[in-house]
């Protein structure tokens, strides 16, 4: 199968860094995406990674090992407004396979 | 707002009941998905058209029929649902190159209850 893996929940607080783990099966990959999803409204996207290395946008960073199958999201200065579930999704082929998500609580 | 729209936002119907779910795309994009989102599951795709054309069919029940008159345009016709089908319904575009994949990009769903 092309289980993805991720957390189910996670809580931080307010102005803290967080890493959001994300595990897959290597088998065909081609790429992963991230995307963050508020209740009650759509994902939207927040990364791709397709090389191994660290991809830097502002406050959010998302890393990818593609031999360990391995990747996270990391989430510095946390704020209220990041509490959301994030996606993992990765490609393979010209499908995408989304993991559950995890769900971020960000506390004061 | 995405660039992704679909109606309607909210949906209940009964076990014989004929609905239609529309997406719409304002992104010049050539490629369109139907994803299920149920509590606690990951989002499970149901349908890809590229470039109108069907290419993938999840394991789809045929009581979800998908329609793509244009490259700007999907429905997704139910009819005789079961319970079990009430989720999220969402609605995705990309523009698909040369087989290389870039991000799509979501609308805001249809929440879907079956009674």
């Known amino acids: 199968g092309q289980n993805i893996d991720q957390p189910t929940e996670m809580t931080a607080t307010e102005g803290a860094i967080v890493q959001i783990n994300c595990t897959y099966q290597t088998s065909g990959f081609n790429g992963l995406f991230w995307y963050q999803q508020h209740a009650g409204e759509a994902p939207t996207f927040l990364s791709y990674?397709?090389?191994?290395g660290l991809e830097e946008k502002g406050r959010f960073s998302s890393f990818l090992s593609r031999s360990k199958g391995y990747s996270y999201l990391l989430l510095k200065e946390l704020q209220m407004k990041d509490s959301a579930s994030y996606l993992c999704a990765v490609e393979y082929g010209n499908k995408l396979v989304f993991g559950a998500g995890t769900i971020l609580r960000v506390k004061s | 707002e995405t660039g992704v729209t679909q109606t309607p936002r909210h949906l209940v119907m009964g076990m014989t009941n004929k609905k239609s779910l529309k997406c719409e795309q304002h992104?010049?994009?050539?490629?369109m998905y139907w994803y299920k989102q149920s509590a606690k599951k990951p989002l499970e795709l149901m349908f890809v058209?590229?470039?109108?054309?069907?290419?993938e069919n999840n394991s789809v029940p045929s009581r979800f029929s998908p329609e793509c008159p244009n490259s700007s345009h999907l429905f997704l016709h139910l009819h005789t649902l079961q319970p079990e089908d009430s989720a999220l319904y969402l609605c995705?575009?990309?523009?698909?190159?040369?087989?290389?994949?870039?991000?799509?990009?979501f609308g805001p769903g249809t929440r879907l209850t079956v009674t």
């Open positions: 995705a575009s990309s523009q698909e190159r040369g087989g290389a994949f870039y991000e799509q990009y």
């Open positions: 992104l010049g994009h050539n490629a």
């Open positions: 990674n397709v090389l191994d």
């Open positions: 058209y590229n470039f109108k054309e069907q290419t």
